[in-house]
C-alpha cells in the first residue's frame, strides 16, 4: 500500500465505485473522468458540474428516501408471505433425513430466490427445526443423498434445488 494513498468508496443502487491512490489523482477521478463517463452513459442528460444551483434544486426535489421506504415495504411485504419452514413442514411428509435436507434447501432456495450454503442448512435444521445434533452433523451427507436422487445440485459451495427437486418438494407439500 502507497503511504499517502487515499481510499473513496461510493456504493448506489445502481453502481459501485471504489478508489484508491493519491489525492489528486481520486480529486481528478471525480471532477473529469468520472463526469465524462456519467455523461455518455446518460446520453448527456447529466447536469453540468459547474451549475450549482441547479445541482442543489435537484438535490432539494430529490425522492430516493421515498423510494427507499416503497421498496422496503415491498420487501416486508414479501416477507410476510413467505411461510415459516415450521408452518411448510407442517404439511410436507418427510421420511427420512435427505427429505428433510432437500426440503430446507427448496425452501431457502424457492422461497428466498437464495442458494444456500452449508450454514445456512445447518442454522435452520438447528434453530428452526430443531432437529437432533446428529443429523445437524450429517448434512453433508444427507446432501450427499439428495444429491444422488437427482433433487438437488451444487454450485460452488452452495446448493440448488433442480427442477425434479421442486417437483417432488411441491409433492411433499401437496402442491404438485
Known sequence: MVENENYLK???RELKLELRGEREYIREILESRLYDFLKT??????IQRDDPEML????????IASQGTEKEEAVSETARTIPTIAELRAKAKLNNNK????FVVFYKDYYYKEAPTMD????IMKDEL???STVVASVSTYLQRAKKEGWIDQ???RWR????????????????
Open 130 to 132: 430443531r432437529e437432533k
Open 10 to 12: 461510493l456504493v448506489t
Open 161 to 176: 434445488m433442480t427442477g425434479i427437486g421442486l417437483q417432488i418438494a411441491k409433492g411433499w407439500l401437496g402442491d404438485a
Open 56 to 63: 442543489e434544486t435537484i438535490d432539494a426535489s430529490d425522492n
Open 99 to 102: 427429505e428433510l435436507v432437500a
Open 120 to 123: 445456512d442448512i445447518r442454522l
Open 41 to 46: 452513459k446518460n446520453n448527456d442528460s447529466c
Open 155 to 157: 454450485d460452488g459451495k
